[in-house]
């Protein structure tokens, strides 16, 4: 719960907590796991999953040389996006299984950021160190262990996430500033009709992770722009939320009543001078903002 939180020094948004004292170098798709009553997320650039019971536990397991994504499964177990391909893992994160490497993922390539959908897919997308242009794709692992190119030529896979209905798929490339709305086929998991919803000026940062609440709003994370904010669903901006880190990665609801949203951060990729100034950065966060979240998607595999 936010309560058992700590508050942030010095902090502009007296409203931000720190959950937990992370100093991720790259944190990552926060997920809430209502069975358990804890929060899963990775650090990318440690190759770590986190699993955080608010005011209990906190636990660490390397599963990767890179983790870029994580998902619930219907078993316990979690599924993960990595360097190697996808991973199934049990609740502890202990893999048991080689990975599934999808189609035109080389050694260049490592998944980013990915989510379930509402058919109980996996959705995840890759990168490559340099932000090749088109050099990626965003890729859906069905609950049969199959591989499927859900949009091909991307540049750096993001966020995704769905309507309530799944019949509307949200999607980030941050090799571009916007942020995308899709037509989706829940039955078969086709992205259609992709069209830009609005775009992030480069002055505001890059866009990263991003929810989808209970009202249908969106929730995205701001790399370098030091904030989430909440736009409604035809794209109009309602609320920005100012953080003390720099690089913001994903926003996720959780708590008993889906009330609290987390948010990870990254330090990995800032100055010396920056270090100092943002003492925070790679922290997990967490505030009330008054509306709630949707119970987490699980994958079927």
């Not at 959705?123 to 050099?135: K, M, N, Q, Y």
């Not at 049969?144 to 859900?150: K, N, P, T």
């Not at 996430?161 to 078969?188: C, E, H, I, K």
């Not at 009330?259 to 790679?282: F, I, K, N």
Request: negative net charge; charged residues 20%.
């Amino acid at each position: 719960m936010v309560d058992s939180a700590m508050p942030v020094s010095g902090s502009e948004q007296r409203d931000w907590l720190i959950a937990h004292r992370t100093q991720a170098m790259l944190g990552e798709r926060p997920v809430w796991d209502e069975r358990t009553g804890t929060l899963v997320f990775v650090d990318i650039d440690r190759g770590e999953l986190h699993r955080f019971s608010p005011g209990q536990d906190f636990s660490t397991v390397t599963v990767a040389a890179s983790v870029g994504c994580v998902g619930l499964r219907d078993n316990g177990g979690v599924v993960l996006g990595t360097d190697a391909g996808f991973v199934l893992a049990d609740a502890t994160g202990a893999i048991r299984q080689d990975p599934i490497v999808p189609p035109g993922m080389t050694s260049a390539h490592f998944f980013n950021d990915g989510a379930c959908d509402p058919a109980g897919r996996f959705v995840a997308g890759t990168s490559t160190a340099e932000r090749t242009p088109g050099a990626s794709a965003l890729y859906a692992l069905e609950p049969d262990g199959s591989v499927r190119v859900v949009l091909p030529e991307v540049t750096e896979s993001n966020g995704v996430a769905w309507s309530g209905d799944g019949r509307t798929m949200f999607y980030v490339d941050s090799g571009t500033q916007d942020v995308l709305v899709f037509d989706y086929d829940p039955v078969d998991g086709t992205a259609t009709n992709g069209r830009t919803l609005f775009s992030i000026d480069e002055r505001d940062g890059v866009p990263d992770g991003l929810v989808v609440d209970a009202a249908e709003n969106l929730w995205l994370a701001l790399w370098s722009g030091h904030c989430v904010r909440q736009y409604r669903p035809d794209g109009l901006l309602l609320t920005e939320i100012t953080l003390p880190a720099k690089d913001v990665t994903c926003p996720a609801f959780g708590g008993d009543d889906l009330s609290d949203l987390y948010v990870t951060t990254s330090r990995g990729y800032l100055q010396p001078a920056e270090l100092d100034a943002y003492p925070h950065a790679g922290d997990l966060f967490v505030l009330r903002p008054g509306v709630t979240g949707r119970p987490t998607l699980r994958y079927a595999g």
